[in-house]
């Protein structure tokens, strides 16, 4: 797979997969054309509704969601900006130059702690169809916001989870299995995990999604794995060879997962 595969215009694709000097990096090569192929299975599927990002900076990712969205569905950010005030502005000016979409975005600068499910829900809307958390990577903040994700993502939903892989992401990956461990029966599920990143979905579309990407990809030459997490089924694919190869990097967070089992020995996946 590679960027001539999906829609999203060129101009948002080299915008995400860039850098700023100022501000950090960019969108890697296989978050993009991922994130990509989930929504356009959403359009293919009828899934519609807004999008959110927590965390979003210059909003390279959110330009991705954004371009993927139309008439009546609004784009929600979430950034305090406590440390760049003067980049306010610049997502939804991004936005508008890249999508044409700055007048359906929503920002709140807030820490996403500090928010409710029904503040970030636009008007009129059932709930989020996609959901990228990309914030604070310490525990605590990136709990939270998977519980306002599961509040608010609808049926056929996605919730991406960033960095779950980085060095830096030790708070993501125990978040994560905190998550699963306090609401074993919470309507989130694994999908699939590609470069950083850990998607999910809502079990009532994981079936559909899981066979739809395993036609897509599985007679591809691409490294996919079929592989459980938690005792779940679970995706780990590399779809452009660009990145190094990470398959056994799904088993990283083993050790502090052996330690979280033990400490909550009853905490099991159910369904």
């Given amino acids: 797979m590679n960027r001539q595969d999906i829609r999203l215009p060129a101009a948002a694709f080299d915008f995400a997969n860039g850098t700023s000097a100022d501000v950090g990096g960019g969108v890697d090569y296989d978050s993009i054309l991922l994130a990509s192929y989930l929504l356009e299975e959403q359009a293919a599927l009828g899934i519609g509704g807004p999008v959110c990002e927590i965390g979003v900076k210059e909003g390279r990712f959110l330009v991705v969601l954004a371009s993927y969205t139309g008439e009546g569905e609004h784009i929600v950010g ?39 499910a029904a503040q970030l829900l636009p008007p009129g809307a059932d709930g989020f169809r996609f959901i990228h958390i990309d914030g604070n990577h310490e525990e605590d903040f990136v709990h939270n916001d998977l519980e306002l994700a599961a509040t608010l993502i609808q049926p056929g939903g996605i919730v991406a989870l960033d960095d779950y892989f980085h060095y830096s992401g030790i708070g993501v990956s125990s978040a994560l299995f905190r998550f699963f461990s306090e609401r074993p029966d919470t309507e989130l599920a694994p999908l699939v995990t590609c470069g950083p990143k850990f998607y999910l979905c809502t079990r009532s579309h994981l079936d559909l999604y899981r066979a739809r990407f395993l036609r897509r990809f599985d007679c591809d030459r691409r490294p996919i794995l079929k592989t459980t997490w938690l005792g779940k089924p679970i995706i780990s694919a590399h779809l452009t060879g660009r990145l190094a190869e990470r398959i056994e990097s799904l088993n990283m967070p083993r050790v502090l997962a052996d330690q979280a089992a033990a400490a909550h020995p009853n905490a099991r996946l159910s369904g």
């Avoid at 600068?109 to 409710?116: A, G, K």
């Fill in 78 to 116: 979430v950034d305090p900006y406590y440390d760049l005030p003067d980049l306010k502005p610049v997502p939804q000016q991004n936005i508008e130059a890249l999508a044409g979409a700055g007048e359906r975005v929503v920002f709140h600068y807030e820490d996403s702690r500090r928010l409710t």
